[in-house]
């Protein structure tokens, strides 16, 4: 019989479980400093973190920090990130997003919910990442493999949006968790509990799965 989580401990026992499959969940993408992060995670929508990490060792060396990408040409680096997603829109973004942070922050990225959404092409989840994995302030950021696996595991309603999901787990989950338990329910949404073909007879919560129970839910 499935049933939603109904408090801290529910969802205690999902990532302790989650955790045993994958204990060094931790974020895949490589950089070297908070401008890095914020550019990667910015190309990597949408797109594998592995095929961000292929375009970013030339985009970085070419364009360091916010100073030499805010003036870089667009053409030239919609060229370096090219193999990957909605690189278009993505080359016009980063550059404008640098000169933001150039001449409102003085070259150096936010630290702020706020004034980083401010940033063209930042979103809330870009944000959320920053903060957490850049600034080490505690966030959750929900991307589309966290807001699915907590649609799935019944700790939110398939109703939720994202709002509701980041604000839901950040209810169920102690702040000095939230930075381990988005890497783990990224990484069962990632690698285990997939889009199109999870794998559900092995999952540990088969039993209590609302996917896996509800035929209605499944696409």
């Given at each position: 019989?499935?049933?939603?989580?109904?408090?801290?401990?529910?969802l205690?026992?999902?990532?302790?479980?989650i955790?045993?499959?994958?204990?060094?969940?931790?974020?895949?993408?490589?950089?070297?400093?908070?401008?890095?992060?914020?550019?990667?995670?910015?190309?990597?929508?949408?797109?594998?973190?592995?095929?961000?990490?292929?375009?970013?060792?030339?985009?970085?060396?070419?364009?360091?920090?916010?100073?030499?990408?805010?003036?870089?040409?667009?053409?030239?680096v919609?060229?370096?990130?090219?193999?990957?997603?909605?690189?278009?829109v993505?080359?016009?973004?980063?550059?404008?997003?640098?000169?933001?942070?150039?001449?409102?922050?003085?070259?150096?990225?936010?630290n702020?919910?706020?004034?980083l959404?401010?940033?063209?092409?930042v979103?809330?989840?870009?944000?959320?990442?920053?903060?957490?994995?850049?600034?080490?302030?505690?966030?959750?950021?929900?991307?589309?493999?966290?807001?699915?696996?907590?649609?799935?595991?019944?700790?939110?309603?398939f109703?939720?949006?994202v709002?509701d999901?980041?604000?839901?787990?950040?209810?169920?989950?102690?702040q000095?968790?939230?930075?381990?338990?988005?890497?783990?329910?990224?990484?069962?949404?990632?690698?285990?509990?997939?889009?199109?073909?999870?794998?559900?007879?092995?999952?540990?919560?088969?039993?209590?799965c609302?996917?896996?129970?509800?035929?209605?839910?499944?696409?």
């Amino acid at each position: 019989m499935v049933r939603m989580l109904k408090n801290k401990a529910d969802l205690k026992v999902i990532l302790d479980e989650i955790e045993v499959l994958f204990p060094n969940a931790g974020c895949e993408l490589i950089y070297h400093n908070i401008f890095e992060l914020l550019i990667a995670v910015m190309l990597s929508a949408q797109t594998t973190d592995k095929s961000v990490n292929v375009v970013t060792p030339s985009l970085f060396e070419k364009y360091p920090n916010a100073f030499m990408l805010s003036n870089a040409e667009y053409e030239d680096v919609k060229e370096i990130i090219k193999r990957i997603g909605l690189s278009n829109v993505k080359a016009k973004n980063i550059i404008a997003a640098s000169k933001m942070i150039v001449e409102v922050y003085d070259g150096n990225v936010p630290n702020t919910l706020e004034e980083l959404i401010k940033l063209p092409g930042v979103g809330r989840k870009t944000a959320n990442v920053v903060m957490s994995e850049g600034y080490k302030i505690p966030r959750i950021a929900v991307d589309t493999h966290v807001e699915r696996v907590s649609k799935r595991l019944g700790i939110v309603p398939f109703s939720a949006d994202v709002l509701d999901v980041e604000e839901r787990l950040m209810d169920l989950i102690d702040q000095d968790k939230w930075h381990k338990s988005h890497h783990l329910l990224l990484f069962f949404g990632r690698y285990f509990c997939l889009a199109k073909k999870p794998n559900c007879e092995n999952c540990f919560y088969k039993k209590s799965c609302h996917y896996l129970n509800d035929k209605n839910l499944q696409d």
